[in-house]
């Protein structure tokens, strides 16, 4: 630390240049000098002792000492108006800067019952922490007393040594993450991904603890969590924990393969459905394009579909032997022909029995030494030449002469 002194040796400048570790140090002179110029950085505060009394604190900036600018340290110690009169006290600076990366450490197990298996385990938890100080008269008053000062080692120890307010956090620590891993159900196997909320919940219970002492903790971090590896039930845990994974992971996977199979017959049915009606439509329009060439053919040969069934009924007849007018009617009816198509059932029925009348013709003029050229029918019809009457049909020999 720097100081200055004039020629008389009392001190003329006050000012504090200690490292950033340094969170409260006293400086070493108690007798000053009105008119004396007060050096405060801007991360720091200094504070006026008199008679164990915090006084006046003043803030960063140049100050000089003067009667009217020490209401409170003039209140208990009546100072004289006399420029150069000294007067008696104590400074400490206070270091307002953050204090960044304390390492913590539990120093014991904590004992808990796991809140879902409600099986009894021990762990630890480490990390670091930034702290600062919010009110530097709280902590003179509190810590402070007599001694010249007090860094980061005197404060919270070094790892693994007690200090000042490392047992108020570390008792936090180990009083509030076994009732908050309970109260929010968290399993000791999940436990690293709910260290962030852990954290900001222990910050919140040991800045309520540190309040009082004029300090903030500005960031808390838990690390690591020390699971006890060697317990039996912390092993039995585990498997528990590790085949309810692989049933839970196993059904996840049936689950998958039953839908993964359902999509895949549905999009069978459908494919299939597709099928069926591009082959109806292939049918369709193939007996579209059948019947339309059927009927151009039909027009190209110059006659209906009533003609050509017509004609049917005449070649039919033709096999069956000619009956008579009548029975040709009746035949034509039985197969759906209308009245308006008989006339040309009768006339395709003559056309094709033409050839046959002449050549039975031919044939009767050969035999006409065996059988009668013609014949007379009962029915009236005269000069039949064909086996049958051309009348009424019947067969020729069926009947005897009128």
Not at 144 to 168: A, D, H, M, P
Not at 169 to 188: C, F, R, W
Request: glycine content about 10%; hydrophobic content about 40%; aromatic content about 6%.
């Amino acid at each position: 630390m720097k100081q200055k002194r004039v020629k008389n040796g009392l001190v003329s400048i006050i000012k504090c240049d200690g490292d950033n570790n340094t969170l409260i140090w006293k400086y070493p002179e108690e007798d000053f000098k009105l008119g004396t110029q007060l050096i405060v950085h801007e991360s720091q505060e200094a504070v006026f002792f008199q008679d164990g009394r915090a006084l006046d604190v003043f803030g960063a900036g140049r100050h000089t000492l003067e009667t009217q600018k020490l209401p409170l340290l003039d209140q208990f110690f009546r100072l004289p108006s006399d420029a150069e009169t000294t007067f008696h006290s104590e400074i400490y600076y206070i270091n307002l800067a953050t204090q960044i990366g304390i390492k913590w450490g539990t120093d014991s197990r904590i004992r808990f019952l796991d809140p879902l298996s409600g099986l009894p385990l021990e762990i630890g938890a480490c990390g670091e922490f930034n702290i600062r100080v919010s009110n530097g008269r709280k902590l003179l008053l509190k810590v402070v007393g007599t001694s010249s000062g007090f860094g980061q080692n005197s404060l919270f120890g070094e790892e693994g040594e007690k200090g000042y307010f490392r047992s108020i956090v570390i008792t936090q620590v180990k009083t509030h993450l076994a009732e908050t891993i309970k109260a929010k159900n968290i399993h000791i196997l999940e436990i690293d991904s709910a260290l962030l909320g852990l954290s900001d919940l222990l910050k919140e219970k040991i800045n309520g603890a540190l309040e009082a002492y004029g300090l903030e903790i500005t960031d808390f971090f838990i690390s690591r969590i020390l699971t006890p590896e060697d317990d039996p039930n912390y092993r039995r845990l585990k498997d528990q924990h590790a085949k309810q994974y692989l049933l839970v992971r196993e059904e996840e996977i049936r689950r998958q393969e039953a839908e993964a199979a359902a999509d895949r017959k549905a999009v069978e049915a459908q494919t299939e459905a597709r099928l069926k009606i591009i082959e109806a439509q292939a049918n369709a329009e193939a007996l579209k394009l059948q019947a339309a060439a059927e009927a151009a053919r039909m027009q190209m040969k110059g006659y209906t579909y009533q003609q050509e069934t017509a004609r049917l009924v005449g070649l039919e007849a033709m096999k069956n032997g000619i009956g008579s007018g009548a029975s040709i009617l009746g035949d034509a009816a039985g197969l759906g022909v209308g009245l308006g198509a008989m006339g040309g059932v009768m006339n395709m029925a003559k056309e094709a029995l033409s050839p046959m009348m002449q050549q039975s013709a031919e044939m009767g003029q050969q035999m006409e030494g065996f059988i009668s050229p013609s014949w007379d029918c009962a029915c009236g019809q005269l000069g039949n030449t064909g086996n049958f009457c051309s009348n009424c049909g019947k067969k020729r020999g069926e009947q005897t002469d009128a």
